[in-house]
């Protein structure tokens, strides 16, 4: 079996995002990497969407940016100057292109197209896939760790989604802002919202989200976007593109999972905001500290999350699970009453005690302070 130093499962956002960074530093130009996955030619089979202060990583493949967002609700509608913060979008062709450029100037990081049966770790971590075994000192695995669907300590939602893109003949949309979420919809006893990012002034895409338990059949999302869309009197349109998806939505201490040989990451290692469903921010600062880590000779295992957001987090998702039809209210009474940079700044995982505190005590107490207690006992 050929031995490497690191072994990446997955070509995705994460181990991508990893193999660039070993790639564009020089301490891992003498060591030897495989990344495995079953295909390598992903296009643009998603968005990512996040806010960023200024100018940031990423800026030269994004799509679109815009400097205002829509908060839309029975409770409490605005258009929100989100200054020095912008909301930058980057379709996932743009990234992997630029992942790859870099990563294929480098021979010592090798790519293989195959499907990963198991991983074990002896002495060292064994991995098989359809086109052999190999075995390195530390896997990254990206791959779907399901284990938290088999435990009930902790809420499990679902952030899923249908989205079109949608093309008008005339100038229709104002490109200057994006809806960040419009609870204007029906709420059917869940939290549901319209998720709207204008390319121009005659493209948009529109997605119907949920965060509930259970999916919709495929019919259910369409309609309530064609219903959305007719509601705003855009009639004539044509569907350029569509893209769906499930973003898991808990706090299961996926960490339990790491050892010093074992790292998981990007969803499977509990780096999607388990608030939110965001996952691309966490994904460019953790693959930063694991380049570090690695290069500092430390155990990574348990050092990348944080324990008070962590617990933060835990709180609002109970609250979701128990009280699912609340979402609205609860993201209503936030922006209404919480500057939008101290909303940015928590959940980027980056506020201090005085900025948690206003967040805390911005949201309807009652669920909180029930499922708190819960929690603590």
Do not use: C
Not at 160 to 183: E, I, L, P, Q
Not at 191 to 204: E, G, N, S
Not at 295 to 318: A, C, E, N, R, V
Request: net charge neutral; glycine share 4%.
């Amino acid at each position: 079996m050929k031995h490497y130093d690191y072994i990446i499962l997955g070509a995705g956002a994460s181990g991508l995002m990893l193999a660039y960074r070993m790639a564009d530093d020089a301490f891992f130009d003498d060591k030897s990497i495989l990344i495995i996955d079953r295909d390598s030619n992903k296009s643009n089979d998603r968005t990512w969407s996040f806010w960023e202060e200024g100018q940031g990583e990423w800026d030269d493949i994004i799509e679109k940016s815009w400097d205002s967002i829509f908060f839309g609700s029975q409770l409490f509608s605005k258009t929100i100057n989100i200054s020095p913060y912008r909301y930058k979008m980057i379709r996932s062709e743009a990234f992997y292109k630029l992942l790859w450029n870099t990563i294929n100037t480098k021979d010592n990081i090798q790519f293989l197209e195959a499907s990963v049966k198991d991983f074990q770790e002896k002495e060292s971590v064994v991995v098989s896939t359809s086109k052999g075994n190999f075995t390195t000192s530390k896997v990254f695995n990206s791959t779907p760790n399901l284990t938290y669907l088999k435990q009930d300590k902790y809420p499990v939602l679902q952030q899923h989604f249908v989205g079109w893109f949608v093309k008008t003949k005339a100038n229709t949309f104002d490109d200057t802002s994006a809806t960040f979420m419009d609870f204007s919809v029906a709420q059917r006893g869940n939290t549901r919202f319209m998720y709207v990012l204008p390319m121009d002034k005659q493209t948009a895409l529109f997605e119907y989200t949920l965060f509930s338990k259970d999916l919709l059949e495929i019919s259910e999302y369409e309609e309530a976007i064609k219903t959305y869309l007719n509601e705003k009197d855009i009639s004539d349109y044509e569907i350029i593109e569509t893209e769906q998806g499930s973003i898991p939505m808990t706090s299961y201490k996926f960490s339990k999972s790491n050892t010093p040989h074992v790292i998981n990451i990007g969803t499977a290692g509990g780096w999607t905001k388990a608030s939110t469903g965001y996952t691309f921010r966490t994904t460019s600062k953790n693959t930063k500290k694991i380049i570090s880590l690695l290069k500092q000779g430390k155990d990574m295992s348990k050092s990348l999350s944080k324990p008070k957001f962590w617990f933060y987090d835990l709180i609002f998702l109970d609250v979701l699970a128990n009280y699912n039809d609340s979402g609205a209210n609860v993201f209503s009474s936030l922006f209404k009453k919480t500057n939008v940079k101290t909303i940015f700044r928590f959940l980027d995982e980056e506020s201090n005690l005085l900025e948690d505190l206003k967040i805390i005590l911005s949201v309807p107490p009652r669920h909180f302070i029930i499922s708190f207690f819960k929690r603590l006992f």
